[in-house]
């Protein structure tokens, strides 16, 4: 058969394009399910807190993923600048994953514990204040904005029936731990609980 003759009819052209997606998924993909290191969390690994899952949603809210990516890879360049590259042991209770594809801001897969809370907080309220080239939009109204808990209890549960380990305890205390808090402080207890499960020099 004529390569010519294949490009020219759409639906043959159309049959070997699933047939070689297919193969590809199936050698590449399919194994990455039966393999502990990519559906097991890192040990040591605990679910985030109440806090810090409400911290999250106002982290995909904001579209903080849209400019930074939670991925390092594992290239010299990027390990040297932002730490021990990512594993997948570290994001299996993410849902949906905050992986991101672009980097307009750095990666934040290991911000956790490297600025202060103060700092986090005065680089949202107005990140010029910190960082004078910064063309990231300011967030003041997390300042204000009070978080009351109401789903927390729910979008916990809903973790849990896909696999985090979260307890009736957590669960039933999840309102009282965040209520009253703000969503700066939510915001900030997320990105401090970044990458810290592994450790590494910068």
Same mark, same amino acid.
């Given at each position: ?13 159309? %049959? %070997? ?16 399910? %039966? ?20 911290? /999250? ?10 400019? &930074? ?5 594992? %290239? ?18 993410? &849902? ?17 514990? /490297? ?5 986090? /907080?005065? &680089?949202?309220?107005?990140? /010029? ?16 904005? =009070?978080?009351?808990? =109401?789903?927390?209890?729910? =979008? ?24 009253? =808090? ?21």
């Amino acid at each position: 058969m004529k390569h010519e003759a294949v490009e020219k009819n759409i639906g043959l052209l159309a %049959f %070997f394009m699933v047939i070689a997606v297919s193969v590809g998924g199936l050698t590449q993909i399919v194994p990455l399910f %039966f393999q502990d290191v990519t559906n097991k969390p890192v040990e040591g690994m605990k679910p985030r807190t109440a806090l810090e899952l409400e911290g /999250r949603d106002i982290y995909i809210r904001e579209g903080c993923v849209g400019c &930074h990516s939670q991925m390092i890879r594992p %290239f010299r360049a990027e390990t040297e600048r932002y730490g021990h590259y990512s594993v997948a042991g570290e994001s299996v209770w993410d &849902h949906p994953f905050l992986w991101g594809s672009k980097r307009t801001g750095p990666d934040l897969a290991r911000v956790g514990g /490297r600025y202060s809370d103060d700092w986090h /907080r005065a &680089h949202l309220y107005n990140p /010029r204040n910190v960082v004078p080239e910064s063309k990231m939009p300011s967030y003041p109204w997390l300042v204000e904005n =009070k978080l009351d808990g =109401k789903d927390t209890a729910k =979008k916990m549960e809903v973790l849990r029936t896909l696999g985090t380990p979260y307890t009736d305890a957590d669960i039933a205390g999840a309102r009282d731990a965040v209520k009253g =808090k703000t969503e700066m402080d939510a915001i900030v207890a997320y990105l401090q609980g970044l990458g810290t499960i592994i450790k590494s020099k910068r």
